[in-house]
């Protein structure tokens, strides 16, 4: 390239000054009325996690299999998940009367369902905790 033509393109380029360095010990200003940094932790601590959803798969396999949750067996499933989830598990296995679930408790989402004529010689793999209800 012509240095003459460098020349010329940099003499067009605005430079912006970097904003002003604070004194050390001096805390970041929060713009008023936005949420502080520990109000939003608390909030999202204390927030309740998502209810469990059904993959298609689950849904399918409930359907055709005539099994049906009520609000309680639902409420139920939700509170397990939660427990697993503080105990560190991940995909785990719910078992609850005559229906198993495979639940992934990262996800929050039931991946598939056994009915107990399903259950049976059946081998459940990929998951690292299981729960009775």
Do not use: Y
Request: no cysteine; charged share 25%; net charge positive.
């Amino acid at each position: 390239m012509d240095p003459n033509e460098i020349a010329r393109i940099e003499t067009q380029r605005t430079v912006v000054p970097p904003p002003a360095a604070r004194p050390a010990g001096t805390p970041v200003q929060i713009p008023p009325g936005s949420e502080s940094f520990r109000a939003a932790f608390d909030r999202a601590a204390t927030a309740s996690p998502a209810p469990l959803r059904f993959s298609a798969h689950a849904a399918a396999r409930l359907q055709s299999r005539n099994i049906t949750l009520s609000n309680d067996d639902l409420a139920r499933l939700n509170a397990m998940a939660q427990k697993a989830a503080d105990k560190g598990a991940k995909q785990s296995l719910f078992v609850m009367r005559d229906v198993a679930m495979v639940v992934s408790i990262k996800n929050r989402t039931v991946i598939t369902a056994v009915d107990r004529d399903s259950m049976k010689e059946n081998v459940f793999t990929n998951i690292d905790s299981a729960a009775l209800l």
